[in-house]
């Protein structure tokens, strides 16, 4: 029997075909059209996607997926060029095989009148081995132009039948029709995940198809016919708007409405029922097996001695831990790709001083385990990376250190110059992750920071009658704001740095510009300078008007919108606070000067102080302000948006002076 069905699957593959999608032809009307009927500012949008999913069976090499996708997508102007270069990632690594088929590609203008079609010749199909895991198909469309359409239809054909493409009835720009079908044989079950708002129509069928299965030799008729079920699910979506982000947001990819496959289970005659429902500790379990992981953890020759005098001199423990963190951050520079396996080795990456983010990080968890740490890698997904909705080989593409110190849990990623001992990269700062032990076991870890960030500003300044102002202002950054900071300073010189900083204060004037501690990641970041300006001071008849905080004061509210759909993601904690002394000019009396303020919302994520103090010719204010919660749901949208609304009126809020 198990024969048989090996060659019968062979067949249905040959014999059962899906519901074709029949497009009409491409328009004149489609072509002249400058604005799409759903969003009327789309610079581009989707007039269909269509995507089919077939088995196949390869005899001794198993079974493979068939996914058929075809795109038509229109570009209304220059802002959607950018639609005309796909690409398309495919996975190679870990026995699983995957190839793309480009079957056709086509644009179309309008031309003298007339529908130009213009092929997409070989040229214009390129494709890139990105590291030994990922390739990546990219497809250039030819002559684009406003108004183009562009068409094509390509093929990925996958060993891996655990998980289907995901598929996105939803993006950034309109869908007009989306629709994804899967042929699946009765003995194959999967979970089904939809995701986001957007509910498509769904249709459940099966056919029963007539397969004749040849069991002689090659030229025989020995053979037979029966019926076989296979389930035909269909999703279909037609004209959905554009996904918008929303200020302070992660990945909008993870509220994106989209469609979600993992095996469950297989029943093939002739064989026992399996289970194929994984668990994050499964995943994990595998990762670590992979001899580009787990046993390049075992390698330690390669660093001994370097290392050793590398921490001779260390005063203590945390001494130790902190030069080995600083050892392997400029011993290697992370080449900036991504991953949770080795593509040449510690060792290769030791010696060629370079590596991916497993190489780096890796790399540090081997010199901890030597010196006696208690330390482990941390798979996680990055925000760019999203967050996944089941455990799969794809779900992390990324890995930091965990070491255990006095007590708690400390994360550190090796890959950036500028990161602190005790901050991770806000990239890395993503829900969860998992820590994988020694033993191949794991356990879930929280990723998002409980420190808090600080930005203080000491701002002390000198009005005079003609409405100038004179001063002088000291800045502290510390965690996320000092990473951010330091990053900022390896882009643009610290002239161009000062040059931005004056345009965007309002241009003022900086002087005698110093900055402290730009190398010292254990230090915060201090900046002090002189400014000068005469654009903060409005003055009408016998009064001079100014907002306290001058170019500092923010002028609208982020949260804006009437309703929130997704959870606000600050990132980290923070706090904010700014020490202001004023001295106005002698002749004028102070007239009005904002109230005392202070602002909690009902569950404390956030709060803000005013406090304000004056006599004779001096003001003193002291403003706080924090988020005391990385991401806050956005059940409390109303919450936040009242508290900002309150604060900035009163920030907003003008110091009035009068003429004696």
Not at 200 to 224: C, E, H, M, R, W
Not at 301 to 321: M, P, Q, T, W
Not at 515 to 540: A, G, Q, R, V
């Amino acid at each position: 029997m198990r024969i048989y069905f090996v060659l019968f699957l062979f067949l249905i593959s040959i014999l059962l075909n899906a519901q074709k999608f029949e497009p009409e032809k491409v328009t004149f009307e489609m072509l002249k059209a400058s604005k799409n009927s759903i969003d009327t500012t789309a610079v581009a949008a989707i007039l269909y996607r269509v995507g089919v999913v077939n088995f196949n069976y390869l005899g001794d090499k198993g079974f493979e997926t068939v996914t058929t996708i075809k795109t038509r997508m229109k570009i209304y102007s220059k802002q959607g060029f950018d639609y005309a270069n796909q690409k398309i990632l495919y996975y190679v690594g870990n026995n699983i095989v995957e190839k793309i088929e480009i079957i056709n590609a086509f644009t179309y203008n309008l031309k003298n009148g007339n529908i130009e079609k213009i092929k997409l010749k070989s040229d214009g199909i390129f494709d890139e081995k990105l590291n030994k895991y990922w390739g990546r198909k990219q497809i250039i469309f030819p002559n684009i132009s406003e108004g183009s359409i562009i068409e094509f239809e390509y093929k990925l054909t996958s060993s891996d039948i655990v998980e289907f493409k995901n598929w996105k009835f939803q993006s950034e720009i309109p869908q007009h029709y989306s629709s994804f079908t899967t042929i699946v044989p009765e003995y194959y079950k999967y979970n089904t995940k939809l995701k986001g708002s957007i509910e498509p129509k769904i249709k459940y069928s099966d056919k029963n198809t007539s397969i004749y299965v040849n069991s002689g030799s090659a030229g025989g008729a020995v053979g037979y016919s029966f019926d076989c079920k296979m389930n035909v699910s269909e999703y279909q979506c037609e004209n959905v708007p554009p996904i918008e982000a929303e200020v302070y947001i992660n990945n909008i990819d993870n509220y994106t409405s989209g469609l979600y496959h993992e095996l469950a289970s297989t029943h093939v005659p002739g064989n026992f029922p399996k289970d194929y429902s994984t668990t994050w500790e499964s995943v994990c379990k595998t990762i670590f097996e992979n001899k580009d992981f787990g046993k390049e953890l075992e390698e330690r020759g390669f660093f001994e001695n370097e290392l050793k005098r590398r921490v001779l001199n260390a005063e203590s423990e945390l001494d130790i831990l902190y030069k080995t963190f600083q050892f392997v951050k400029e011993k290697i520079k992370w080449n900036n790709t991504f991953g949770y396996l080795c593509d040449d080795g510690l060792k290769n990456a030791y010696a060629n001083q370079k590596g991916n983010v497993a190489e780096v990080n890796l790399t540090l968890i081997a010199m901890l385990r030597y010196i006696g740490f208690d330390a482990n890698p941390v798979l996680l997904s990055t925000r760019a990376n999203g967050i996944s909705i089941f455990p799969t080989r794809t779900s992390f593409n990324y890995v930091i250190a965990a070491v255990e110190f006095d007590g708690k849990t400390i994360l550190l990623d090796a890959t950036e110059k500028h990161a602190a001992f005790d901050a991770i990269p806000f990239r890395d700062l993503n829900s969860f992750g998992r820590l994988v032990k020694k033993d191949g076991t794991s356990e879930e870890i929280n990723l998002m920071p409980t420190t808090f960030s600080s930005k203080n500003i000491n701002l002390l300044y000198k009005i005079d009658e003609k409405g100038n102002v004179n001063g002088s202002i000291r800045t502290q950054l510390s965690e996320q704001f000092a990473f951010s900071f330091r990053e900022q300073l390896t882009l643009i010189s610290k002239e161009d740095y000062i040059t931005s900083q004056e345009n965007s204060y309002n241009n003022v004037e900086i002087l005698d510009y110093k900055l402290e501690n730009l190398d010292d990641l254990s230090k915060p970041i201090i900046e002090n300078y002189n400014f000068k300006s005469n654009n903060e001071i409005e003055i009408i008849g016998n009064k001079i008007f100014f907002n306290p905080t001058l170019f500092f004061k923010n002028n609208q509210n982020p949260f804006y919108q009437e309703t929130r759909d997704f959870p606000i993601d600050f990132g980290f904690p923070f706090s904010k606070r700014f020490i202001i002394s004023i001295e106005i000019p002698g002749g004028y009396k102070i007239e009005h000067i904002p109230q005392q303020l202070n602002i909690t919302t009902p569950n404390k994520l956030a709060n803000f102080r005013f406090n304000i103090s004056a006599a004779d010719l001096k003001i003193q204010i002291v403003i706080n302000y924090s988020i005391n919660s990385a991401v806050i749901p956005e059940e409390l949208y109303n919450e936040i948006k009242d508290f900002f609304s309150k604060m900035i009126i009163h920030e907003n809020e003008k110091i009035v002076l009068k003429k004696l």
